[in-house]
């Protein structure tokens, strides 16, 4: 078993900046792709960004490429997300997410954290 705890959501204004927090608990984080996801009111979960074991392949949602930057440090079972240049519609709960397997379908992800809620007024 993997847990998962998010930390960082919060309230910003556009344009602001937001940092996620994502620590693993458990078993080994070795070999798991690390993955951020997000579900917004009467909207499905959708992928925001993933990252490798080795930090080497990193993906991005369109919606969020060029303002989002995810990033892991293994020795603390970590992973970030930085958020910047935030936009209203960035508004959700984001959850970090753990498999070994590289997707970006959040049906195939084993475990997950409980959810951060990140809210961007305009």
């Known amino acids: 078993q993997v847990q998962l705890v998010e930390s960082g959501g919060g309230l910003v204004q556009a344009g602001g900046s937001l940092r996620l927090s994502c620590a693993a608990s458990?078993?080994?984080?070795?070999?798991?792709?690390m993955g951020w996801f997000r579900q917004a009111p009467g909207k499905e979960r959708e992928f925001v960004a993933l990252?490798?074991?080795?930090?080497?392949?990193?993906s991005y949602a369109d919606s969020v490429k060029g303002r989002f930057t995810i990033s892991r440090d293994n020795a603390k079972n970590t992973v970030y997300l930085q958020m910047n240049s935030l936009k209203p519609e960035d508004t959700a709960v984001y959850y970090c997410?753990?498999?070994?397997?590289?997707?970006?379908?959040?049906?195939?992800?084993?475990?997950w954290g409980q959810g951060t809620q990140v809210t961007v007024s305009s």
């Open positions: 997410a753990a498999d070994v397997v590289l997707g970006t379908n959040p049906a195939n992800y084993d475990y």
């Open positions: 458990g078993r080994t984080f070795s070999g798991y792709v």
């Open positions: 990252i490798t074991w080795t930090g080497l392949t990193t």
